[in-house]
């Protein structure tokens, strides 16, 4: 079989990104220290509100894991996401002993259906975890009008909005109690692995920074630059090992700088796509309101069901042609762990299953040309008109 021509997405590593690299190879600090402080700096700036606090992190696993332990959520609890998701935005809920209430999606959005989310809560609710799926920003006036209503805290999971708006407003600027964004290698902007809190609340920010090293007082930069001796420290609480080295904010620091033009080839590749399938038994993906940015990580089509081929065999076909496809998301209720633990059936998530059982994520990364991106329109019209 040939090798797909579009494997997992490739980032775009420049050689900005590179020499940075090298630049912390060489000065001997090379875990968490200057440049995770820049790094946070310029992504509070990025972000554009002063009053919003930045702390970097090795996974955006990591930060829902620190903001939902800051909010003191724990046993009894019950924190409410959509069940159209990958399972990092849930099982951080459960690392806290804290029970996970998933719910059904908008058919139209693809994320989270805020009237199930207002028809979930009940008495032991605490928390609400929205992902904007895909890039689409979820509608965040009207989910923090229902938690505000009902006392529930919110945590973003903006590991695909980098960026994204709604209201004209970014993603990580809205009064959620925390958001955090990923930098896995496949999402919009890269450190490898690694992920960034950002909060509005001191105090959760402070715990933060304390619980992602050991539940250290002062972090061990600190340690080696500041009057008091530097072996000094205390342990305040069980921490965990969640700082980011320097060597993938070094990557982050440039990869932030390009983020606004990596959306815009990525909405140009949208864009081709969508003028491509017109006409196609297609359902393109859901796009945002005017003057709204799309952080499109993913391009999600759904296949119509007069498309005539079922899911699986079109990402087969495709793969014949040298396009690897994906699906976002095996929702977490069809998986044995979620399914069991909780006695969940496909027909209480009717949207989430229906979109399911039709998605194909299709390639989409800056590196494409728009000769690349033809490429994939002329397998998907040969396959369908098979
Ligand atoms: C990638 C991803 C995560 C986890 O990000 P990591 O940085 O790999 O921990 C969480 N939620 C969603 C929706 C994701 O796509």
């Given at each position: 079989m040939t090798p797909p021509r579009h494997p997992s997405p490739q980032p775009e590593i420049?050689?900005?990104?590179?020499?940075?690299?090298?630049?912390t190879l060489r000065s001997g600090w090379i875990t968490t220290g200057p440049k995770a402080?820049?790094?946070e700096a310029d992504f509070g700036a990025f972000l554009g509100d002063p009053a919003l606090q930045a702390i970097a992190v090795n996974s955006a696993t990591a930060g829902l894991h620190l903001a939902?332990?800051?909010?003191g959520?724990?046993?009894g609890d019950e924190v409410i996401t959509t069940t159209h998701t990958f399972t990092?935005?849930?099982e951080v809920v459960r690392y806290l002993g804290a029970d996970v209430r998933l719910v059904d999606i908008d058919p139209a959005t693809l994320c989270i259906d805020l009237a199930q989310v207002q028809a979930a809560i009940g008495p032991r609710s605490k928390a609400v975890i929205p992902v904007h799926y895909g890039g689409l920003a979820v509608d965040m006036t009207a989910l923090l009008a229902i938690a505000r209503a009902h006392g529930l805290a919110v945590v973003e999971d903006a590991a695909h909005a980098l960026p994204s708006t709604h209201g004209g407003r970014l993603v990580g600027t809205f009064d959620s109690d925390a958001s955090v964004f990923s930098f896995y290698a496949n999402k919009t902007m890269t450190t490898g692995e690694g992920g960034m809190l950002v909060t509005r609340d001191a105090r959760l920010a402070e715990r933060a920074r304390v619980m992602r090293l050991h539940g250290i007082s002062r972090d061990a930069f600190d340690r080696f630059t500041a009057k008091v001796p530097s072996w000094a420290y205390e342990i305040v609480a069980p921490g965990f090992k969640y700082n980011l080295t320097d060597i993938a904010a070094a990557l982050g620091l440039h990869q932030l700088q390009r983020v606004r033009a990596f959306q815009q080839r990525r909405a140009e590749i949208a864009a081709r796509y969508d003028a491509g399938f017109a006409g196609l038994p297609i359902v393109l993906p859901p796009r945002p309101a005017a003057g709204e940015l799309h952080a499109w990580h993913l391009y999600a089509i759904r296949l119509a069901d007069e498309a005539g081929i079922a899911r699986d065999r079109f990402i087969e076909a495709l793969f014949e042609r040298g396009i690897g496809c994906s699906v976002h998301y095996i929702p977490l209720h069809l998986h044995p762990y979620w399914r069991e633990r909780y006695g969940l059936r496909?027909?209480?998530?009717?949207h989430s299953q229906h979109a399911y059982e039709r998605l194909v994520s299709l390639?989409?990364?800056?590196?494409?040309?728009?000769?690349?991106?033809?490429r994939v329109l002329d397998a998907v019209r040969a396959v369908l008109r098979a």
């Open positions: 420049g050689d900005a990104e590179i020499a940075e690299v090298v630049d402080r820049r790094f939902l332990e800051g909010l959520i724990g046993p990092a935005t849930a496909p027909e209480q998530f009717p390639p989409i990364y800056t590196r494409m040309g728009d000769a690349d991106v033809d």
